[in-house]
T-cell receptor
Framework: DTEVTQTPKHLVMGMTNKKSLKCEQH?????MYWYKQKAKKPPELMFV???????INESVPSRFSPECPNSSLLNLHLHALQPEDSALYLC????????????FGEGSRLTVL | GENVEQHPSTLSVQEGDSAVIKCTYS??????FPWYKQELGKRPQLIID?????GEKKDQRIAVTLNKTAKHFSLHITETQPEDSAVYFC????????????FGKGTTLSVSS
């Protein structure tokens, strides 16, 4: 299984809602990532988990809260988002941090009204 | 920190022509250079990568060259086909703790038949 699975594929939420994005991989990878991607832009790193511990937080606003319940799962909790947070949120994994191929999920397209 | 510049931002070629995309990086400690292809509405996927102990790598119609002295690396696609049309991102990584892949801004390649 070389897949990174993300749910939901699409999400529309209001600025007062609380929602979560989920990501799962069963490749035994020990590093998992959240990226944000706007149209026609490169993926922008948000968080990195290494061995289930947060290792990088790229100064992301606290309205985004990551969670890594175990080595296969990664969540991104969303609360009080702004319309400018609308984007494609990509989860990725790699065997180890900082080296080797990143396997991306299909992404969750988020629209904040 | 690392900075990756990518040129050109758009590239249009005729089917069968070659395409070349160039990237420069700033951190001489960078040692891993992948290239990702992202088709419209899809996830980024690794197409080729190179490490700093190698000067060139080839996989069928795709090749990557690395010049460590000049700190630049290039993607070469020969005999382009319409299905090569996509956004291509270069990236660089030092592999050091607390760092992650840094992406270039992307090149939109259009191959017309």
């Amino acid at each position: 299984d070389t897949e990174v699975t993300q749910t939901p594929k699409h999400l529309v939420m209001g600025m007062t809602n609380k929602k979560s994005l989920k990501c799962e991989q069963h490749m035994g990878h020990r590093a998992m990532y959240w990226y944000k991607q706007k149209a026609k832009k490169p993926p922008e790193l948000m968080f990195v988990y290494s061995y289930e511990k947060l290792s990088i937080n790229e100064s992301v606003p606290s309205r985004f809260s990551p969670e890594c319940p175990n080595s296969s799962l990664l969540n991104l909790h969303l609360h009080a988002l702004q319309p400018e947070d609308s984007a494609l949120y990509l989860c990725a994994s790699s065997q180890f941090t900082n080296t080797g191929e990143l396997f991306f999920g299909e992404g969750s397209r988020l629209t904040v009204l | 920190g690392e900075n990756v510049e990518q040129h050109p931002s758009t590239l249009s070629v005729q089917e069968g022509d070659s395409a070349v995309i160039k990237c420069t990086y700033s951190d001489s400690a960078s040692n891993y250079f992948p290239w990702y292809k992202q088709e419209l509405g899809k996830r980024p996927q690794l197409i080729i990568d190179i490490r700093s102990n190698v000067g060139e790598k080839k996989d069928q119609r795709i090749a990557v060259t690395l010049n460590k002295t000049a700190k630049h690396f290039s993607l070469h696609i020969t005999e382009t086909q319409p299905e090569d049309s996509a956004v291509y991102f270069c990236a660089a990584s030092t592999g050091q703790a607390g760092t992650a892949l840094i992406f270039g801004k992307g090149t939109t390649l259009s191959v017309s038949s």
